[in-house]
């Protein structure tokens, strides 16, 4: 059974940063593409980044340059550095696995529970 643990929300102030992890069980880990999708209050679920399994990455427009997506296959976690964050970066962050390299949610049969990162102004 597949099993995605987000990690590292918090509440953090405009302007800092933080880095939140996803460990992954019950897959074949480097076999996988690994996506970070975020939703704010009201929205729907928006892609955030992936990095697919010979560590290409790809990223939201809103977030290259901010955000870095990095993986340690040694380790089945998939991580997403925050940096320079905003009020609107507010969200419930959630990592997804799949075999297919896509920024399409659907794409992702799997998915973790999410980690709630809130940015105060």
């Known amino acids: 059974q597949v099993q995605l643990v987000e990690s590292g929300g918090e509440l953090v102030q405009a302007g800092g940063s933080l880095r939140l992890s996803c460990t992954a069980s019950g897959l074949s880990f480097s076999n996988y593409a690994m996506a970070w999708f975020r939703q704010a209050p009201g929205l729907g679920r928006e892609f955030v980044a992936v990095?697919?399994?010979?560590?290409?990455?790809r990223y939201a427009e809103s977030m290259e340059g901010r955000f870095t997506i990095s993986r340690d296959n040694a380790k089945n976690t998939v991580y997403l550095e925050a940096n320079r964050l905003k009020p609107e970066d507010t969200a419930v962050y959630y990592c997804a696995a799949s075999q297919v390299t896509s920024t399409s949610e659907e794409r992702f049969p799997f998915w973790g529970q999410g980690t709630q990162v809130t940015v105060s102004s």
């Open positions: 990095i697919n399994r010979a560590y290409g990455t």
